[in-house]
T-cell receptor, first 114, second 115 residues
Framework: AQSVTQLGSHVSVSEGALVLLRCNYSSSVPPYLFWYVQYPNQGLQLLLK??????LVKGINGFEAEFKKSETSFHLTKPSAHMSDAAEYFCAVSPRSNDYKLSFGAGTTVTVRA | NAGVTQTPKFRILKIGQSMTLQCTQD?????MYWYRQDPGMGLKLIYYSVGAGITDKGEVPNGYNVSRSTTEDFPLRLELAAPSQTSVYFCASSYSNGAPYNEQFFGPGTRLTVL
């Protein structure tokens, strides 16, 4: 079975500072990995995905994530936080054989301080 | 395109009542999903459908039923509502054509409270 663990339920950053959200996965074989963002009172939106092409994946809004098999990690970063980045972020995993079956982490809420 | 639409946005139910959450997508997606989101728990898959007439259970199906008579619609039925079903419900859809992972598109959610 696939699962993900997101370290830290809340992250607070200053505007212009680095955003780092941590995600570790558990899987016997490398799965597909995703980051989704949820803005207040909205549905989820895909930020980026890893499907075994390049290990460094670039997404929308300046976010990127790096797949590290040795560390079973898929951490999300953005060099410079903007006020509009305040949202909840979910890491998700799916098996390659049934890639529509997403398993989500518990989420990390990001607040951005002016 | 409207994408994935859900109705209602909010609903309060009494214990034991029933209701149907509506979900419609206009993207001609073959796959559709229902998730529930509880605080600190992420999203859990309730039911999914890979095409009209085909549905299957997800991780937390108890207390729910679904049907898929058309490509566009995927209603979720709650029978005998219980406080444990208080949650935010999201419908999603995707198009699967055999290529690696096809993005799931989410609706805005229905916030349900059972008292």
């Amino acid at each position: 079975a696939q699962s993900v663990t997101q370290l830290g339920s809340h992250v607070s950053v200053s505007e212009g500072a680095l955003v780092l959200l941590r995600c570790n996965y558990s899987s016997s074989v490398p799965p597909y990995l995703f980051w989704y963002v949820q803005y207040p009172n909205q549905g989820l939106q895909l930020l980026l995905k890893y499907t075994s092409a390049a290990t460094l994946v670039k997404g929308i809004n300046g976010f990127e994530a790096e797949f590290k098999k040795s560390e079973t990690s898929f951490h999300l970063t953005k060099p410079s936080a903007h006020m509009s980045d305040a949202a909840e972020y979910f890491c998700a995993v799916s098996p390659r054989s049934n890639d529509y079956k997403l398993s989500f982490g518990a989420g990390t809420t990001v607040t951005v301080r002016a | 395109n409207a994408g994935v639409t859900q109705t209602p946005k909010f609903r309060i139910l009494k214990i034991g009542q029933s209701m149907t959450l509506q979900c419609t997508q206009d993207m001609n997606h073959n796959y559709m999903y229902w998730y529930r989101q509880d605080p600190g728990m992420g999203l859990k898959l309730i039911y999914y459908s890979v095409g009209a007439g085909i549905t299957d259970k997800g991780e937390v199906p108890n207390g729910y039923n679904v049907s898929r008579s058309t490509t566009e619609d995927f209603p979720l039925r709650l029978e005998l509502a219980a406080p444990s079903q208080t949650s935010v419900y999201f419908c999603a859809s995707s198009y699967s054509n055999g290529a690696p992972y096809n993005e799931q598109f989410f609706g805005p959610g229905t916030r349900l409270t059972v008292l």
